[in-house]
C-alpha cells in the first residue's frame, strides 16, 4: 500500500492533484533533543566535504563504480502549476522559488526493520523537489539522499550521500554526486536518532546538502557535504519539497517491525540562509518578495521509494498538517508517523503520541512506556 510522503507546496492552489482541504489538523508539538550547530555553508566549489575543528575540509568524493552501485532513487512524473495572485481582479503570478529546504526526522521508538530489495537495516533518506521542465527541454527531478546499504560490496561504501539531478524524460540518473559516509556505528536506525537534511540552491549555479548525522565519527556537531553544479536549472525552478525516511532505492519498501514512532518536521524557504525561527529575513533578503502566505501543505508522489509509517493524524486528502510561519519566509510542517498508523494506548493521541502515565502500579499498554520527547525548539523539520 502506497503512503504519500507530505510536502510544502508553494502557491495558492494543488491544481496538478485536484484537491482540496477537508481539515487542518493542529500542529504536534515535536521536539528534538539536541539542536544542531549552526556552521558555516560548505565552500562554492563543486566536491565533497566533512567539517570538523578546522572547519569544512575537503574529503575525496565516492568513485564512479560506488555511485553506479547505487539504487537510484525512483521518481514518477508530476505536474505542479501552481500560481499566487497578485493586485486585484484575480490576477496570477507565478509561484516564488524555494532556495532551501531542512528535514528532520527523530526516531522516538524503532525496533527491527528490513527493506524490501535490499535486506535488514538498509533505508534511505529523501529530501525531494518537483519535476520541472529544464534548460534542456526535458522533465527534472532533483533529489537529496543519504543511502545506506550493509549489503554493498565493497564494505567501505556502503553510506552515502548525494545530490541527483534525474533526467526523467529518457530516464538518465547518472548525474549523481556523492560522498561515502563513514559509520561509527552499527547499521540501521535506533531510538534517539535525530538525522537532518539540509539542501539548498546557490546563485553561484551550485547545489548544496548538508548532513548532520548522529551515527558518524562525530556526530551531529560534524556534518557531511555535498556540492554540485545545477546541471539542469533548479534555481527559479523549485516549487515543492518533500521528504522522509523510505526505502532504499529503486522503488524499494522499508518495513519496521512491531510498532514503531517517527517525528517529521519540513520547512522550506525564499531566504537564502533563512532556515530556524531566529534568522531574519529582511536582513539576509531585503526589497525580496515575501513568501508569506503563498505555501500550503499538501502531499507529494515524487518519489516510488516508500515505508511503511503513517501519519496519525490520516492520510491526505482528507488530513493535513498545519502549516506555520516561523517567519515570513520560513514555512514549515510537523506530523508524526507510526507503523500502525495510530498513537499507541498510553498516550494522548493525535496529532501528539505523548505517553500519558500510568496510576502507580499500572501497566501501560502494548508497546509499553515510553519517554516523551523532551521539550525543546525544533530547528528544522524526511535511496538506493
Not at 115 to 144: E, P, R
Not at 201 to 227: E, M
Request: aromatic share 8%; hydrophobic share 35%.
Amino acid at each position: 500500500m502506497h503512503q504519500s510522503t507530505l510536502a510544502i507546496l508553494v502557491g495558492a492552489a494543488i491544481s496538478s492533484a485536484g484537491v482540496t482541504h477537508a481539515k487542518d489538523l493542529p500542529a504536534p508539538t515535536v521536539a528534538r533533543n539536541t539542536e544542531v550547530a549552526r556552521v558555516p555553508p560548505p565552500p562554492e566549489k563543486e566536491g565533497c566535504y566533512q567539517y570538523g575543528s578546522k572547519g569544512w575540509e575537503a574529503v575525496p568524493c565516492a568513485a564512479d563504480a560506488d555511485v553506479k552501485r547505487r539504487h537510484h532513487p525512483m521518481q514518477p512524473f508530476a505536474i505542479n502549476s501552481d500560481r499566487r495572485r497578485v493586485g486585484s481582479g484575480g490576477r496570477t503570478a507565478a509561484p516564488f522559488s524555494l532556495v532551501s529546504s531542512v528535514l528532520d526526522l527523530s526516531f522516538y521508538i524503532v525496533n527491527a526493520m528490513s527493506d524490501s530489495l535490499w535486506g535488514a537495516n538498509a533505508f534511505g533518506i529523501q529530501l525531494n523537489t518537483n519535476s520541472f521542465t529544464a534548460n534542456n527541454g526535458h522533465l527534472i527531478g532533483v533529489q537529496f539522499t543519504y543511502q545506506s546499504w550493509p549489503g554493498d560490496p565493497d564494505p567501505s561504501a556502503t553510506d552515502q550521500l548525494c545530490i541527483w539531478n534525474n533526467d526523467l524524460t529518457i530516464m538518465d540518473y547518472s548525474h549523481a554526486s556523492c560522498v561515502t559516509v563513514k559509520r561509527d556505528r552499527g547499521f540501521g536506525l535506533i531510538a534517539g536518532d535525530e538525522p537532518q537534511i539540509q539542501a539548498f540552491v546557490k546563485p553561484a549555479g551550485h547545489l548544496t546538502v548538508v548532513a548532520h548525522l548522529p551515527w558518524t565519527h562525530g556526530g551531529r556537531a560534524t556534518p557531511w557535504a555535498v556540492v554540485s553544479k545545477d546541471v539542469f536549472g533548479l534555481a527559479g525552478n523549485w516549487t515543492q519539497t518533500s521528504g522522509s525516511v523510505m526505502g532504499e532505492g529503486d522503488g524499494s519498501f522499508l518495513s519496521f517491525t512491531d510498532y514503531a514512532e517517527v517525528a517529521t518536521t519540513l520547512n522550506a524557504s525564499t531566504c537564502l540562509g533563512d532556515i530556524t525561527r531566529s534568522d531574519k529575513p529582511s536582513v539576509l533578503c531585503p526589497g525580496q518578495g515575501q513568501f508569506k502566505p503563498t505555501a500550503m501543505p499538501s502531499y507529494s508522489d515524487i518519489t516510488n521509494e516508500d515505508s511503511n509509517l503513517v501519519p496519525v493524524i490520516g492520510n491526505p486528502p482528507t488530513n493535513y498538517p498545519t502549516l506555520v510561519w516561523l517567519n515570513s519566509d520560513l514555512a514549515q510542517i510537523t506530523y508524526i508517523a507510526t507503523s500502525t498508523g495510530a498513537c499507541p494506548g498510553g498516550t494522548s493521541g493525535p496529532p501528539n503520541c505523548t505517553p500519558v502515565q500510568p496510576p502507580p502500579g499500572g501497566i501501560c499498554p502494548p508497546p509499553g512506556c515510553h519517554a516523551p520527547p523532551p521539550n525543546i525548539t525544533v530547528i528544522g523539520s524526511p535511496p538506493h
